[in-house]
């Protein structure tokens, strides 16, 4: 009988020699078979198992780039926080710089338009200065203008000598008495001081001197008046100074009844033939005067 032999992992019988070697043969075939049964589940336990640990270290290995991948993600996330950060603290500093300048533009634009408002007030003052200093050199002119010799005769005199005024020859307190009584006749109509003056035949400067102590005196006022486009005073009565003249030809003064005489008696100034006559010649005493 002839032995075993492998052919392509095939245990193949030869020829048979003895039963004792068969058997024997066969056990150890046997054998051979379980220990390559045994290699053989071995070795598939092991392909399996090193497939299992391939399997587990292919995915641990996938685990690994994609934990690296999302370390890589949220490192850019992480990055791209920061730099919205950053991003959002620059543009945080941005307007808050934009905001101080614009506070500082208004603050300015206050400062401007004060300015401007001080410079607009300046200069209206000035205008308004300027065009009252017009208006008063131009009211200064119009007064040199207005100005009569008897304001330059004013202004050299002083109150002593209006007042003590004289001219030579001349009974001052008659003078007064009659310009006074001339001026009065004129009533609130007044008259022009050259028509007076030429009246009383007197120089322009005494006219004016004595038109200026009736003033002072209080028995006149002067009221200055353009006449002919010329300037002058238009004199009027205030106060009449009293007088004895109005009373001097009285016929009561030499009456030889006068003590007979009352208002209710026989003897009356109602019926007084010599007051009457006198009254006559008194009104046209005046109306020869003021015609002259």
């Known amino acids: 009988?002839?032995?075993?032999?492998?052919?392509?992992?095939?245990?193949?019988?030869?020829?048979?020699?003895?039963?004792a070697k068969l058997k024997k043969e066969l056990e150890e075939a046997?054998?051979?078979?379980?220990?390559?049964?045994?290699k053989l589940k071995l070795s598939v336990k092991t392909e399996a198992k090193k497939k299992v640990d391939k399997k587990k270290a292919d995915k641990k290995k996938a685990d690994k780039k994609k934990a690296e991948a999302k370390k890589k993600v949220d490192k850019k996330k992480a990055d791209k926080k920061k730099a919205d950060k950053k991003k959002a603290e620059a543009k945080k500093k941005a307007d808050k710089k934009k905001a101080e300048a614009k506070k500082k533009a208004e603050a300015k634009k206050k400062v401007d338009k004060k300015k401007a408002e001080a410079?607009?007030?300046a200069e209206a003052?000035?205008?308004?200065?300027?065009?009252?200093?017009k208006e008063e050199e131009a009211k200064k002119k119009e007064e040199e203008a207005k100005r009569t010799p008897e304001e330059e005769l004013?202004?050299?005199?002083t109150e002593e000598e209006i007042?003590?005024?004289q001219i030579d020859k001349t009974d001052m307190d008659k003078l007064v008495n009659r310009v006074t009584e001339m001026i009065a006749g004129y009533t609130t109509k007044g008259i022009l001081q050259n028509i007076l003056w030429r009246k009383l035949k007197l120089s322009s400067r005494?006219?004016?001197?004595?038109?200026?102590?009736?003033?002072?005196?209080?028995?006149?006022?002067?009221?200055?008046?353009?006449?002919?486009?010329?300037?002058?005073y238009l004199l009027l009565i205030k106060k009449i100074p009293?007088?004895?003249?109005?009373?001097?030809?009285a016929p009561c003064l030499v009456c030889p009844v006068e003590g007979k005489c009352s208002t209710d008696g026989e003897i009356s100034p109602k019926t007084c033939v010599y007051i009457e006559d006198w009254v006559l010649t008194e009104l046209k005493t005046k109306k020869s005067h003021e015609t002259d």
Do not use: C, H, P, Y
């Not at 009293?242 to 030809?249: A, L, Y």
């Open 1 to 19: 009988m002839k032995d075993w032999e492998n052919n392509s992992g095939f245990m193949v019988k030869k020829e048979i020699t003895s039963a």
């Open 30 to 38: 046997k054998a051979e078979l379980a220990s390559r049964n045994k």
């Open 119 to 121: 410079k607009k007030k």
């Open 125 to 133: 003052k000035k205008k308004e200065e300027e065009a009252k200093k």
């Open 154 to 157: 004013e202004e050299q005199l």
């Open 163 to 165: 007042i003590g005024f």
């Open 206 to 232: 005494d006219g004016s001197r004595l038109a200026l102590k009736l003033e002072r005196m209080g028995n006149i006022t002067r009221e200055k008046i353009l006449e002919n486009g010329r300037w002058t």
């Open 242 to 249: 009293i007088s004895t003249k109005s009373i001097e030809n």
